[in-house]
């Protein structure tokens, strides 16, 4: 199980890691075989379940597996209603199992619901994967979930020699999933000091002495020990709409800005979406690419539309999120000079 919208990222691991992939849901990807490559090395898996059963919601069949407890997730808060009839009923098939509303060590029986009314009920192999991470050590309350931060990563074409780039790096989880994916110069910004401090303290597991890094078995890959190159990382305070970078000196970047709602204020996202979009397109080299997640899809388009033939969209995914749908746009920088 990954999160939804993001199923793409975990098809690829899936596949890199030798194992076959049959059917594909809402966050959902069904695989055959060995789970345990996925288990360590996968980072936008979040969990590991044994299908004993999946069909309509409200078609739970009367014979399952038992199980002494059955902890029910519901991801879709719209869909509260038809989850809570489908647990009840998993419940009842499980042999009159207890609900717990949250598991206290990885749950035995699970139930979910997924947006189109689907259940799935199965034995939890593993749960709450992405939670596993040794770089986490510095949460806010901002921090993006780290199998999301992976598929930006990902997103963003991780390649040798890269500089990277997160001018909204917050506590840091996105740098962290991109040196998770090799080696690179890393640079993170944010307008908060406490932020910066949180990215240190993030990115200090992997860094020893400025030079090569090193959390081995880090659930989620560790960083790569390629001789080609060290990990080197830059943190700042600055302004992301008047980044301290010169013009092409990035490769890459990834960034989950202010959404408006939670953090920041939408009024506050007219102007700082597009400043800021702009300078990263500034500081982006020709071919390099930038991907951003954000729940303010009208500003972000505008701010695209803002950057004329200087940026080109390679994608847009809605994505899901902690009970919000944000979009997953993936951008690149063409040859062309900002208008
Ligand atoms: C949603 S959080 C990013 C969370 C981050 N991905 C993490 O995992 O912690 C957005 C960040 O943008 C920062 N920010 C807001 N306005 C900014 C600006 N003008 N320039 C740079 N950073 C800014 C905030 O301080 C906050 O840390």
């Not at 990954?2 to 975990?10: A, D, K, Q, R, V």
Request: hydrophobic share 45%; with cysteine; glycine share 12%.
């Amino acid at each position: 199980m990954t999160l939804p919208g993001i199923e793409s990222f975990l098809i690829g691991e899936c596949r890199a890691f030798g194992v076959p992939v049959g059917t594909v849901w809402d966050g959902w990807v069904v695989a055959a075989g060995d789970p345990e490559p996925l288990l360590s090395r996968a980072g936008t898996l979040r969990a590991i379940v044994d299908v004993a059963w999946t069909g309509p919601a409200d078609a739970v069949p009367a014979r399952l597996p038992t199980a002494e407890r059955l902890w029910c997730e519901n991801q879709w808060i719209n869909e509260g209603r038809r989850a809570s009839a489908a647990f009840a009923a998993a419940s009842c098939a499980a042999g009159g199992a207890e609900i717990v509303a949250a598991p206290d060590g990885p749950p035995a029986m699970v139930c979910i619901v997924d947006r189109s009314g689907r259940a799935l009920i199965g034995r939890a192999v593993a749960w709450g994967l992405e939670r596993r991470r040794p770089y986490r050590v510095a949460l806010m309350a901002r921090s993006l979930n780290p199998a999301m931060a992976r598929a930006m990563a990902m997103a963003s074409r991780a390649r040798a020699g890269d500089v990277f780039l997160d001018p909204f790096c917050g506590s840091g989880t996105v740098l962290a999933e991109r040196a998770l994916l090799g080696p690179c110069r890393l640079v993170g910004l944010d307008i908060e000091a406490g932020a910066v401090d949180a990215a240190g303290r993030t990115l200090s597991g992997f860094v020893l002495d400025g030079s090569r890094a090193g959390r081995a078995g880090t659930a989620g890959g560790a960083v790569g020990d390629d001789a080609s190159g060290a990990l080197q990382v830059e943190l700042r305070v600055a302004d992301a709409r008047a980044l301290p970078l010169p013009e092409g000196s990035v490769t890459a970047a990834a960034t989950n800005p202010p959404f408006g709602h939670r953090m920041g204020r939408a009024a506050d996202n007219a102007d700082l979406y597009p400043r800021a979009l702009r300078e990263v397109v500034r500081a982006l080299r020709p071919r390099g690419r930038v991907v951003v997640l954000t729940g303010d899809r009208r500003h972000l388009r505008r701010a695209v539309q803002a950057c004329g033939s200087a940026l080109r969209q390679r994608s847009e995914a809605r994505v899901w999120l902690g009970g919000l749908e944000p979009i997953l746009g993936v951008y690149d920088r063409t040859e062309a000079a900002l208008p």
